[in-house]
Nanobody
Framework: QVQLVESGGGSVQAGGSLRLSCAAS????????MGWFRQAPGKEREGVAA????????YYADSVKGRFTISQDNAKNTVYLQMNSLKPEDTAMYYC??????????????????????WGQGTQVTVSS
């Protein structure tokens, strides 16, 4: 059974930082696509960042480029999302997602939730001004 367990959310002031973690189990972690999505109330789910665990290639949405960094620790089957210079508009529920061996975000620069078959329960990030 695949499980993705997120942690690290919380409340910070604008300009602050948070690091989200996503630990994967029951899933062939290596050489697959892992990503982070977010959804704010009343808005559609947005792909934020993705990483191909086989080589480390990454994708970022324009809205977070230069502020967020996705990384991996293969020994721990864990993906991280380091979020710096947080803005109130970053407030959302953040979800970790796992996909297959073809990583659309990295290959095509387009992140679609339909390409990810496994999802975590989400962790809330709240940024106050």
């Amino acid at each position: 059974q695949v499980q993705l367990v997120e942690s690290g959310g919380g409340s910070v002031q604008a300009g602050g930082s948070l690091r989200l973690s996503c630990a994967a189990s029951g899933y062939t972690y290596s050489s697959n696509c892992m990503g982070w999505f977010r959804q704010a109330p009343g808005k559609e789910r947005e792909g934020v960042a993705a990483i191909y665990t086989g080589g480390g290639s990454t994708y970022y949405a324009d809205s977070v480029k230069g502020r967020f960094t996705i990384s991996q620790d293969n020994a721990k089957n864990t993906v991280y999302l380091q979020m710096n210079s947080l803005k109130p508009e970053d407030t959302a529920m953040y979800y970790c997602a796992a996909g297959g061996s073809w990583c659309r975000p990295v290959v095509l620069g387009d992140m679609n939730s339909e390409d990810f078959g496994y999802w975590g329960q989400g962790t809330q990030v709240t940024v106050s001004s």
